[in-house]
């Protein structure tokens, strides 16, 4: 059974970075495609990026492009989530995702096999 667990939410001022990141456990890293959701107060969970399996192709949702990258280590089984020039609309639990599905530049809830926890991310404004 693969386990996520994501670490490095917190508190920010708008402008400002945090880097999220994703323990994989279970399976082995690098067969797993692996994104990022978030879901904000009174909204539902969206794709925010993700990843290949080999750790090239990262692709984004238009809200994070050219602010958030996504990346990862098979070695460490880990994934990463660099947020930077954060804004208040960032702010939402974000979730680090997994799945075993063939390659694409996006996936809904319904594609994805494995969730983490959350952590909570909050940007002031």
């Known amino acids: 059974q693969v386990q996520l667990v994501e670490s490095g939410g917190g508190l920010v001022q708008a402008g400002g970075s945090l880097r999220l990141s994703c323990a994989i456990s279970?399976?082995?890293?690098?067969?797993?495609?692996m994104s990022w959701f978030r879901q904000a107060p009174g909204k539902e969970r969206e794709f925010v990026a993700v990843?290949?399996?080999?750790?090239?192709?990262?692709a984004y949702a238009n809200s994070v492009k050219g602010r958030f990258t996504i990346s990862r280590d098979n070695v460490k089984n880990m994934v990463y989530l660099q947020m930077n020039s954060l804004k208040f609309e960032d702010t939402a639990v974000y979730y680090c995702?997994?799945?075993?599905?063939?390659?694409?530049?996006?996936?809904?809830?319904?594609?994805?096999?494995?969730w983490g926890q959350g952590t909570q991310v909050t940007v002031s404004s």
């Open positions: 995702a997994a799945t075993g599905q063939a390659w694409k530049a996006y996936y809904t809830e319904n594609e994805i096999n494995y």
């Open positions: 279970g399976r082995t890293s690098s067969t797993l495609i």
């Open positions: 990843i290949s399996r080999g750790g090239i192709n990262p």
